[in-house]
């Protein structure tokens, strides 16, 4: 078998069994691995409805058939679940060297059941898997407990939570070694709730490759076309995702005071441009990356990581802080505690929004840095306001009859694209499967950079078959993996390519784009099946009844019209169910069971 590694890892924390599974045809062939192969076990193995903290959830790390290749951009890995924050399938996913780890030590997945009474490691070396004690770790941040972990076992690359995990917030995080962060969904607190703090990968082992010469050859193009795009070759390099604040904030798509506002009077300060000339002090690469877009500052003497564009537009504008300093240890703490950074600058200017309109009295204010930093801490343990804002916007604002002022679609927060000014966007996030995400697919291109080309951010017509094609390609690099800023030089037929030379496997074009809409609609059943509906895919009111500002002025969002043309698209009923036909098509008739009914 080339490319895959053909075995499956599961670990039943309840019982102790540990047992190797072979992959399957249908699960290479049809979901790949990453992603896809996640999605595929989670839906086969989990009840829809199961609480996510509990015991019977499970979480899967995968890689895909080109992780840890000569392929650049590859050292990407996955992580599966059913989200505590949202309720729906789950996945993220995060480069660094792990994922390239778990793929030497013989496997395309891991998959954890079960929980422990006491907080355990995970430690695995090809065959021999150990499940260790691990109460020196407690309540360690992200940083420390990674050290001493690499410190005493310099061979193995190691992921693990923070305090926020361990405390089960429904936002916390996984710290994928030094600084790349499994951010979103809260998959730290569903491994905290088995006691897991930490899991410990080396191989000896590496996957074969179909054809060493035609990789060769797609080595070179991809090295070549990533060199010629000023994107991946000079701007991520330079300033990382940091470059979009001042792009963003002169489109009028900024999210400022909680969304109130999409402009940000102080967005230069905190941009990449001027971060690149105060904070930056050396860069970072994922395995076999040549695009190097991760950024380290230098606080209190050490390196830390950068922040990334959605921190500071969720940590810095939307609480109303310009400061780069402050916006950059707010981020730095959240990486230490193991917080997703999104959602908690989300839920505090939910916080902050609320005591602007008397409904709570609150602690932090917009563009005040008092109180944030002790309030993000008492987030992540949990205690006193800390414990409520632990739950996520959506239920904290519910719990205080204020569910308008909770800017989230199915739970999830939305990130630092105001969608009043990318119509696109706006569909993007409301249809996402796991909530309001831009990775899902990313408008951006196409709205505000012109790749490949401009279409009328402010539209909403002709939108839906952008998006849809989008979601489908981003199942299918999530399921390779690759890292998605390679779609700014490399063309989509070549992803094939890539999988041809590694598999061996010869994919027609249709399979191959088929694979992702195969992927997107099983985690559109399992969320049909956990009682997810077309009244789920909704923005808060404010996007349709507020304005923006600057050139986003004077634009709302219409749902129905670009959802009515998104079902019908994707072959689903105007409840936004997939039909029958659809689940045939895609060869899916084995998780019928999932439509409403059944």
């Known amino acids: 078998m080339y490319g895959w590694m053909g075995k499956i890892l599961y670990i039943d924390l309840n019982s102790g069994k540990i047992e190797k599974k072979m992959l399957t045809d249908y699960q290479r062939k049809k979901f790949l691995g990453g992603r896809g192969l996640g999605v595929n076990i989670l839906a086969e193995e989990i009840d829809p409805d199961v609480d996510p903290f509990s015991h019977r959830n499970r979480i899967v790390f995968s890689a895909g058939p080109l992780t840890a290749t000569e392929v650049p951009t590859t050292g990407r890995m996955a992580v599966a ?6 309720g729906t399938i789950f996945d993220s996913n995060a480069g660094g060297h792990w994922g390239p780890e778990l793929k030497r030590a013989g496997y395309d997945a891991l998959v954890i059941s079960g929980g422990l009474e006491k907080l355990s490691r995970i430690k695995i070396f090809d065959d021999r898997v150990e499940i260790l004690s691990c109460n020196d770790l407690k309540e360690e941040k992200t940083s420390s407990a990674w050290k001493k972990l690499k410190d005493n076992e310099s061979a193995y690359k190691h992921l693990v939570i923070g305090p926020a995990g361990e405390n089960a917030v429904r936002f916390a995080s996984i710290a994928v070694g030094k600084n790349r962060t499994l951010g979103r969904g809260g998959t730290g607190g569903v491994l905290g709730c088995k006691n897991i703090k930490a899991i410990s ?3 000896s082992q590496s996957p074969e490759i179909a054809d060493p010469v035609k990789i060769d050859d797609v080595k070179k193009k991809s090295s070549a076309w990533l060199k010629e795009s000023s994107l991946t070759e000079n701007r991520l390099n330079e300033l990382g995702t940091a470059m979009l604040m001042n792009l963003i904030n002169e489109a009028g798509v900024l999210p400022t005071h909680n969304f109130q506002r ?8 905190i941009s990449g441009e001027n971060l690149s000339d105060r904070l930056t002090s050396s860069k970072s690469s994922c395995y076999n990356c040549p695009i190097a877009c991760s950024k380290t500052v230098m606080i209190d003497g050490e390196e830390k990581s950068g922040p990334e564009y959605e921190s500071l537009g969720l940590l810095g504008a939307n609480l109303g802080l310009g400061d780069p300093d402050i916006v950059t240890e707010l981020n730095n703490l959240c990486d230490e505690l193991g917080l997703d950074t999104i959602s908690t600058g989300s839920v505090i200017s939910c916080l902050m929004e609320m005591n602007e309109k008397n409904i709570v009295d609150s602690p932090v204010s917009f563009g005040q840095r008092e109180g944030i930093l002790t309030l993000i801490e008492k987030i992540a343990r949990r205690k006193g306001l800390g414990d409520e ?8 604002a519910q719990k205080n009859s204020a569910p308008e002022l909770a800017m989230q679609v199915k739970g999830l927060d939305i990130p630092a694209f105001d969608p009043r000014g990318m119509k696109g966007q706006a569909l993007g996030y ?7 995400c831009h990775q899902r697919a990313n408008m951006m291109t196409v709205e505000l950079l012109g790749l490949p080309e401009q279409v009328d951010r402010f539209s909403e017509e002709d939108k839906a078959p952008l998006v849809v094609h989008q979601q489908n390609l981003n199942c299918i690099l999530d399921s390779l993996i690759v890292c998605k800023f390679t779609l700014f030089a490399l ?9 041809s030379a590694v598999t061996g496997e010869d994919y027609s074009r249709d399979d191959f784009f088929r694979i992702g809409e195969r992927i997107w609609n099983l985690e559109r059943l399992f969320n049909t099946a956990a009682g997810f509906s077309r009244e789920n895919d909704r923005l808060p009111a404010r996007f349709g009844r507020e304005s923006g500002s600057g050139p986003a002025s004077g634009n709302f969002v219409n749902e129905e019209i670009m959802l009515d043309e998104y079902y019908k698209i994707r072959g689903w009923n105007e409840n936004g169910i997939p039909e029958e036909s659809k689940l045939k098509e895609l060869e899916l008739d084995r998780y019928r069971d999932f439509l409403p009914g059944r």
């Open 262 to 269: 999409t402009q940000f009077s102080e967005a230069d300060s």
């Open 430 to 436: 409301i249809t996402s499967n796991r909530g309001a």
């Open 389 to 396: 804002l632990a739950e996520g916007s959506l239920r904290f």
């Open 81 to 86: 679940t059913k989200s505590p924050l949202t």
């Open 201 to 203: 990968v080396r191989g």
């Open 491 to 499: 063309a989509e037929g070549f992803y094939k390519e890539m999988l």
